[in-house]
């Protein structure tokens, strides 16, 4: 059955755009505002036989998606091609699975899908990302037995530079490839995603973990719900909140007011204290639905902090205590131009260019204010401290980390750059993004 596109919020509101075609090249941004692309041409196509048509004619292009990562990985010398017009969604029930076009965020849908009955495994913290880009750029949530968003994907849609239509599954020799593909293969029309029976989720927050809990019970702290948040500005060596999502279908040791000496919040808070709550799920132990609960934010609203930078930093779960501790050294040069920093874990898979591809992972995050120059100078000495980590960058997001690392550090990037260039022997879809960190 086809599900409205629906839950459209101001958020995503804009002009429509007046053709087919090429709409105005103003300047367009990211969603935080640090990044201006560079692409003269946007196309706003409004079927998938357009988008095939322009994949097929156009020289250098990339697909332009929510614009919610933070560096030029969707920009393009020539072309950009935005797929927010297509948003069609098809449940099939009798295979669990749902098929949602390249438009379509993850916000969009999901209460319909609960109404029917269904859910997904995960969210990331916030809804606005449209599937496509989350699953390409291994985005993920949290679960010390969830994987990213994309071990979700059970098939892909692939439109190749020749404007054909592609499908890839599981059983797919490329499939491990394509899923996390950075952009690198074509333009993704489709996802199809496995979904299961739908189930609420109660959100309880806790203040003021001290960091020696984290030290000496790391995995029992990790594993105390469906899905764990640890936030800290790293002083007072304090965990500021632990945001603990436990599914009301399954058994979990009693919360209580006290969670490895963090105390029970009495009031909804924001992972960023000094901010309102009002754009968070509901927290208390309020029990409701996945979708209103597995993300931070809620749709309607602007999530996290709004003008922010952000990156994030990938290291295996068996060293995430020490790569922690070994950043709470650094304090006192992160604390001036941090908002919060976030700790998730994420189960390992077989995607190729996975910062999680074949080992379980601790993701420490860093929302930063916006400090470009600050922050682009911190980030190398971050790094350097989490060499020893084998620390892999979220793709979306800001890191220094060269080429060379970059390619030592994923054992299929080999592999990965050869198909690619399989894929796209012209290199149309090749980018300076893509040239600096991989080609």
């Known amino acids: 059955m086809i599900l409205a596109g629906g839950l459209l919020s101001s958020y995503w509101s804009c002009s429509p755009p007046k053709s087919n075609h090429e709409s105005p090249s103003d300047a367009r941004t990211n969603w935080a505002g640090n990044y201006t692309y560079k692409a003269p041409h946007l196309h706003e196509p409004v079927s998938i036989s357009d988008v095939q048509q322009l994949v097929k004619t156009l020289p250098k292009q990339k697909a332009l998606g929510s614009r919610h990562c933070f560096n030029n990985i969707a920009d393009s010398p020539k072309h950009q091609v935005s797929l927010r017009n297509l948003k069609e969604i098809n449940l099939d029930k009798r295979n669990k699975t749902i098929t949602v076009q390249a438009g379509a965020r993850y916000g969009d849908f999901c209460e319909s899908l609960h109404d029917e009955g269904f859910a997904l495994h995960n969210l990331a913290s916030l809804p606005h990302i449209t599937v496509a880009g989350a699953c390409a750029t291994a985005t ?169 930078l952000q990156s994030e930093y990938f290291v295996p779960m068996e060293r995430a205590v020490e790569a922690i501790l070994t950043l709470e050294q650094l304090r006192e040069e992160i604390n001036p131009n941090l908002m919060i920093t976030e700790v998730r874990t994420i189960t390992k898979d077989s995607f190729w260019m996975s910062p999680c591809y074949g080992r379980d992972s601790v993701a420490i995050h860093f929302t930063w204010k916006q400090h470009p120059k600050e922050v682009m100078a911190l980030l190398p000495r971050i790094e350097q401290e989490l060499a020893g980590f084998d620390v892999r960058p979220h793709w979306g997001k800001l890191f220094t980390i060269d080429k060379q690392t970059l390619l030592e550090r994923y054992p299929m990037s080999g592999e990965f750059k050869k198909l690619a260039k399989l894929y796209d022997p012209e290199g149309k879809f090749m980018n300076q993004y893509l040239e600096s960190n991989l080609f």
């Open 140 to 308: 993920h949530g949290s679960g010390v037995k969830n994987g990213n968003l994309a071990t979700a994907v059970k098939e892909v849609e692939l439109i190749t530079p020749a404007g054909e239509l592609v499908k890839v599954d599981r059983d797919y020799a490329d499939f491990p490839a394509i899923v996390v593909g950075l952009g690198a293969f074509g333009i993704i029309s489709k996802v199809t995603l496995e979904v299961q029976e739908a189930f609420d989720v109660e959100q309880y927050v806790f203040q003021d973990m001290p960091l020696s809990s984290v030290e000496n019970h790391f995995n029992e702290v990790m594993s105390g719900g469906y899905s764990v948040s640890l936030f800290t500005n790293w002083l007072n060596k304090t965990i500021s909140e632990v945001w603990v999502k436990r599914r009301s279908d399954q058994s979990y040791s009693p919360l209580g007011g006290d969670y490895f000496g963090a105390k029970a919040a009495t009031k909804n808070l924001h992972p960023i204290a000094e901010l309102s709550a009002e754009a968070c799920t509901d927290q208390l132990g309020v029990p409701g639905p996945w979708y209103n609960r597995l993300p931070h934010f809620k749709m309607g609203f602007t999530p996290s902090a709004g003008a922010e």
